[in-house]
């Protein structure tokens, strides 16, 4: 089982509708837990960033989180084409420092 | 300020050859990391350092890889001698140790092809 898992997609929507990204991780010690936006031929960046169980919103980014059922989830509300990229959840022990493992990622696209 | 700064950002060499990836951190950050992404096994850490140790290498596929961070502005990975399953992109990525935050900037990445 990986460590980090993420349906690959790609995940197609329609522009100005919710995408619905998710992702599960096996380490119950995890405690912090990361979304990143790649697009093509690029380098990863944070999108958001969450510690607690519930929601966390930033603008028409919400992430969600359930430790109990080991489960990580970002919402993009009123997709626009330029949110068209691969999403990468990441998870981390506070205790081994920086240390991120990453999902595979699941590629979005939205349509005009 | 800079960003992460990776060299070079392609290259091509032939199987058997020594390649040296280069990494420069952003100022004041005390973590580093090497990634490496391919689309079968994703981004995938190799080792990370912080204030210039190396913490975690369990990562690193077998000792063909070598890493070092001699200062705190400046990291090496090395792969002797490279197959062409090492192609890849490498990517460095440096951090602040901070309980609360895991922000990673990472760099345009390091385009690797062994023929």
């Known amino acids: 089982q990986k460590e980090v898992e993420q349906n690959s997609g790609p995940l197609s929507v329609p522009e100005g509708a919710i995408a619905s990204l998710n992702c599960t991780y096996s380490d119950r010690g995890s405690q912090s837990f990361f979304w990143y936006r790649q697009y093509s031929g690029k380098s990863p960046e944070l999108i958001m960033f969450?510690?607690?169980?519930g929601d966390k919103e930033d603008g028409r980014f919400t992430a969600q989180l359930n430790k109990a059922s080991q489960y990580v989830s970002l919402l993009i509300r009123d997709s626009q084409p330029s949110d068209s990229a691969t999403y990468l959840c990441a998870v981390k022990r506070d205790n081994q420092g920086g240390k991120l493992i990453f999902g595979q990622g699941t590629e979005l696209s939205v349509k005009p | 300020d800079a960003g992460v700064i990776q060299s070079p950002r392609h290259e091509v060499t032939e199987m058997g050859q020594e390649v040296t990836l280069r990494c420069k951190p952003i100022s004041g950050h005390n973590s580093l990391f090497w990634y490496r992404q391919t689309m079968m096994r994703g981004l995938e850490l190799l080792i990370y350092f912080n204030n210039n140790v190396p913490i975690d290498d369990s990562g690193m596929p077998e000792d063909r890889f070598s890493a070092k961070m001699p200062n705190a502005s400046f990291s090496t990975l090395k792969i002797q001698p490279s197959e062409p399953r090492d192609s890849a992109v490498y990517f460095c990525?440096?951090?602040?140790?901070?309980?609360?935050?895991?922000?990673?900037?990472f760099g345009e990445g390091s385009r690797l092809t062994v023929l």
């Open positions: 990525a440096s951090s602040r140790t901070t309980q609360n935050t895991g922000e990673l900037f």
């Open positions: 969450i510690y607690s169980n």
